[in-house]
């Protein structure tokens, strides 16, 4: 999923409004637990949780908490915060599709030019629901989200200037948002792809880490959820909540909360946990993650649909992904940013 850069907010006075940013290793370590999750819940799944579904909100609510601080804290010239965004995802994103819609043509992998054209113009989360969808961009419902997040937060910023009021309104628009879910799914009977791919519901993953996060900012994150073990302990309790026996949007009424209090409540922990994820191997997946993400979904389809042995084609994925993030994603990035 996208890059927002692993950065942190450190206030200098309670209200962080004059705040450096620095780069905390652990958020990029989030991310990269985050595809980890992910690339082992596809390729070897575990039976009675499903992980690439619990690494997807892994990746929202750590988005959620960047975009708190980087839009609402750091205030972020939107101009420029949206030009960067569009040379982080955008290149990598055209590549992919067009690669994949060339090598996939007449495999079990049908493409259809009106699923690439949704997946480009980040619209595919609903016409994959109501319109068309082939199976190689099925994820990109959640980057479709994502990016709707960043409009949605980006004219909050504009319109309220109250930290506080932003505050209620996001917490209002995320209990809506899962109300809504529990609603599709239980009185409705929406299926999950029907109910939970849906920016309407699945935006409150987001809403509430940002709203965690500016509670922290502001200093008015309660004693007890800055605890030296919160950040763990949540963690533990939102996997366990993601099993499997327990019902869909249990999911996201609880645990999605529970990782949204972990991914802030980071800062407080002890170093083992800190350090675990600021370790070069996580870290580097974490810089590796958006490339990552967008290949694996073809080579996953294999495994899943045609039998095909996990391991050379989770190798095909870093092969893909790799050549992805050296040769396409970071020089049109670093060109863009510096030309644009």
């Given at each position: 999923m996208t890059d927002i850069s692993a950065t942190h907010v450190v206030p200098s006075r309670p209200v962080a409004d004059r705040a450096a940013r620095t780069r905390l290793a652990y958020l990029d370590g989030w991310r990269g637990l985050s595809i980890a999750l992910v690339l082992i819940g596809h390729f070897f799944p575990v039976p009675g949780i499903n992980l690439g579904v619990l690494g997807v909100e892994f990746f929202f609510v750590l988005s959620g908490r960047l975009m708190g601080e980087i839009l609402f804290i750091e205030r972020y010239p939107l101009k420029k915060f949206f030009k960067r965004r569009f040379s982080r995802i955008y290149p990598a994103l055209l590549v992919f599709v067009i690669v994949a819609m060339v090598a996939l043509s007449g495999t079990f992998i049908a493409f259809k030019w009106k699923a690439a054209l949704t997946a480009l113009t980040f619209t595919y989360?609903?016409?994959?629901?109501?319109?068309?969808?082939?199976?190689?961009?099925?994820?990109?419902?959640?980057?479709?989200?994502?990016?709707?997040?960043?409009?949605?937060?980006?004219?909050?910023?504009?319109?309220?200037?109250?930290?506080?009021?932003?505050?209620?309104?996001?917490?209002?628009?995320?209990?809506?948002?899962?109300?809504?879910?529990?609603?599709?799914?239980?009185?409705?009977?929406?299926?999950?792809?029907?109910?939970?791919?849906?920016?309407?519901?699945?935006?409150?993953?987001?809403?509430?880490s940002a709203s965690i996060c500016l509670l922290k900012a502001d200093g008015r994150l309660p004693a007890v959820f800055r605890g030296k073990h919160v950040a763990l302990a949540a963690s533990i309790c939102a996997v366990v909540l993601f099993l499997d026996r327990v019902p869909t949007p249990i999911h996201y009424l609880f645990?999605?909360?529970?990782?949204?209090?972990?991914?802030?409540?980071?800062?407080?922990?002890?170093?083992?946990?800190t350090g675990l994820l600021s370790s070069w191997p996580m870290a580097t997946l974490g810089l590796w993650s958006y490339s990552l993400y967008l290949w694996q979904q073809p080579f996953y389809k294999f495994v899943y649909e045609q039998g095909s042995a996990p391991i050379p084609m989770l190798a095909g994925v870093f092969v893909c992904a790799l050549c992805s993030y050296y040769v396409i994603e970071r020089p049109a990035r670093e060109w863009l940013n510096r030309n644009w």
């Open positions: 989360n609903y016409a994959g629901i109501l319109v068309t969808r082939a199976g190689a961009l099925d994820h990109i419902w959640s980057l479709c989200i994502e990016e709707h997040a960043y409009i949605i937060l980006a004219l909050i910023s504009v319109i309220v200037s109250s930290r506080s009021r932003v505050v209620v309104l996001l917490l209002a628009l995320a209990l809506l948002a899962m109300a809504n879910g529990a609603v599709s799914y239980w009185v409705f009977g929406m299926g999950y792809e029907a109910t939970y791919w849906r920016t309407d519901v699945h935006i409150a993953s987001i809403l509430l645990a999605v909360p529970l990782l949204a209090l972990a991914v802030n409540a980071l800062d407080f922990s002890p170093r083992y946990l």
